[in-house]
């Protein structure tokens, strides 16, 4: 058997070297594969393990009133972050900052907790309490620029401005409805980090700068917002209403000066409140107006030259119509009255048959002229343009109802909208809350001015005027209304109220519109009392009210008193 013959020594030495140089050629390859063709991939994955994108919160524009006084306003203020990565002891981590930022420790410690790059431990912290955070220089614990959304005068207007969420976007009024106006465009920042999350000073540091929101100047003056947010509360408490609103307006230019609710709510503790008392009652809540919307059946009538103002109408103690017997709220034998006196006297009787000279299909396109089951224009949230029945859905009782009424619904907004316009000389000018905008430019830009609609005459809206003023002069409903020094036109208004609850009428709706001064209007003031618990009559609760703020807005805008007298019109005959 033979034996394998021996290796040859040089044979080895020689597949050695080959194996020793394909290793160190494959070693080359890579180390040129590594730092030359995937460098860039290498170093961008370092960078991005190393980087962190912070948002730059572009801040909100401020709501100032009529003034410039700041109704809402934007701080500054900081989110705490974490990178769960960088935290090693998440427990002695969590006992230091609990107490700076009034937490407890079990509810920190489970934010640092994991494996995420990014996590918010707390939200609206000041700036102050950021550098004290900061100067313990706590591992993979940062801060991101924010900022918190603050009303200096509280419920003043709340209603009308709104408030914002946790987020900083509007959830309810103006701070809703003008949210891409307010709000601006978030930036973002992007910086490399080191050891113990740290920002290097070398290295990338990106920087996409956000947009600011615009300032947004009201119409609202908000002296006279808080003279009325505080008279009606007080009617409300001393009346146990289930509410009230007041509105002041310019009927030359449609700017509201004031829009009051009570009760209201303290936007910078919106969750504190019930949900039904952060809405605007003024634009959402609909009733039936009652002896106030008489104004407008008198202007039909006497725009189509049906009867003027002492004109005489022999009003009986009941009025039978459709099927029904119509009263007036107090009950009388047989009336002689002018057409003055019927609107003095508020009587539902006189009126409808005023109504009678000019028919249903008539007094229907008046009331739409009147801006009645329309959009305001004010395009505010959750704003009910009212109801008003389509003329072939009037029923027997629809037309004399509703023309001294009853039937119809509107809200606050345009039943002040409706005395506008007869104290406007018969232009119904859109109201409006939005004065202008100023931009990051710091320019004004003044808002759009409204649309106006002529309704009647100036010679018809005079006649209505006069006719008003008897209704605070002594043979009136509402001589309590009176302003000394000045001449006053208003209308009271009592309404049975529709209770929702049981879709019926139950309770009433207590109002009192008027303007000054009569012979040159330049305010409008409107109260309204929904259910009201210790009496009901338009003039008795909404009047003293209405003399109130009235005689504050007066002085306010520095309007002179009236040197004329009114004119003297026969009541009865």
Request: charged content about 20%.
């Amino acid at each position: 058997m033979s034996q394998p013959k021996p290796a040859n020594p040089k044979r080895r030495l020689r597949l050695a070297g080959v194996v020793c140089l394909l290793i160190l050629i494959a070693f080359v390859v890579k180390l040129f594969y590594v730092q030359a063709l995937s460098a860039p991939t290498f170093a961008g994955a370092a960078t991005k393990s190393r980087s962190v994108t912070n948002v730059l919160p572009a801040v909100r524009g401020t709501i100032t009133d009529a003034t410039g006084i700041a109704l809402a306003t934007t701080v500054e203020s900081r989110n705490i972050t974490a990178d769960q990565t960088l935290i090693k002891n998440p427990q002695a981590t969590a006992e230091l900052l609990a107490p700076m930022i009034g937490k407890s420790v079990s509810s920190v410690r489970a934010r640092l907790i994991g494996d995420r790059r990014f996590v918010y431990v707390a939200k609206g912290i000041t700036p102050k309490k950021w550098d004290q955070i900061k100067e313990m220089g706590i591992a993979g614990i940062f801060s991101e620029g924010t900022s918190t959304r603050v009303y200096p005068a509280k419920s003043v207007a709340a209603n009308v401005i709104g408030f914002v969420g946790a987020d900083g976007a509007g959830l309810g009024g103006l701070e809703l409805s003008l949210q891409s106006t307010l709000s601006g465009t978030p930036g973002k920042q992007t910086v490399e980090t080191g050891a113990g999350g740290r920002q290097i000073p070398s290295g990338t540091d990106k920087v996409t700068p956000a947009l600011n929101g615009s300032d947004v100047r009201l119409t609202i003056d908000r002296d006279i917002q808080w003279v009325a947010q505080q008279a009606i509360a007080a009617k409300v408490a001393e009346t146990g209403a289930q509410s009230g609103t007041v509105v002041v307006m310019d009927p030359r230019t449609g700017n509201i000066l004031a829009m009051a609710t009570a009760p209201t709510f303290n936007p910078n503790k919106p969750s504190a409140s019930k949900v039904s008392l952060r809405g605007n009652r003024a634009v959402t809540d609909i009733y039936e107006p009652g002896s106030t919307s008489k104004i407008m059946t008198a202007a039909a009538v006497i725009e189509e030259g049906k009867l003027k103002a002492n004109s005489k109408i022999t009003v009986p103690s009941v009025l039978n119509r459709g099927g029904s017997a119509f009263h007036d709220h107090d009950e009388h034998g047989t009336l002689r009255l002018t057409f003055a006196g019927v609107l003095a006297k508020s009587s539902n009787i006189g009126t409808i048959q005023a109504s009678e000279k000019i028919g249903a299909k008539t007094l229907y396109g008046y009331l739409k002229k009147f801006g009645i089951a329309e959009p305001s224009g004010l395009n505010f949230p959750g704003e009910s343009r009212g109801l008003l029945p389509a003329l072939k859905d009037w029923s027997g009782t629809s037309f004399p109802t509703i023309a001294f009424g009853q039937g119809l619904s509107l809200n606050s907004i345009q039943a002040t909208s409706v005395f506008a316009t007869i104290a406007n000389g018969g232009v119904r000018v859109e109201p409006r809350l939005v004065a202008g905008t100023t931009g990051t430019d710091g320019k004004f830009v003044e808002a759009a001015q409204s649309r106006r609609v002529e309704v009647v005459s100036p010679a018809t809206a005079r006649t209505v005027t006069d006719m008003l003023e008897s209704v605070v002069s002594d043979g009136g409903t509402a001589p309590m209304a009176r302003i000394p020094g000045y001449r006053v036109a208003g209308k009271t208004g009592t309404a049975n109220r529709v209770d929702p609850a049981c879709g019926c009428y139950r309770g009433y709706t207590a109002s009192f519109i008027g303007f000054a001064p009569a012979d040159n209007p330049q305010l409008v003031v409107s109260v309204t009392l929904q259910a009201p618990k210790r009496g009901h009559y338009g003039g008795m609760l909404g009047g003293p009210v209405f003399k109130r703020v009235m005689s504050f807005a007066l002085q306010d805008q520095r309007i002179p008193p009236t040197g004329s007298k009114a004119p003297a019109l026969k009541l009865t005959w």
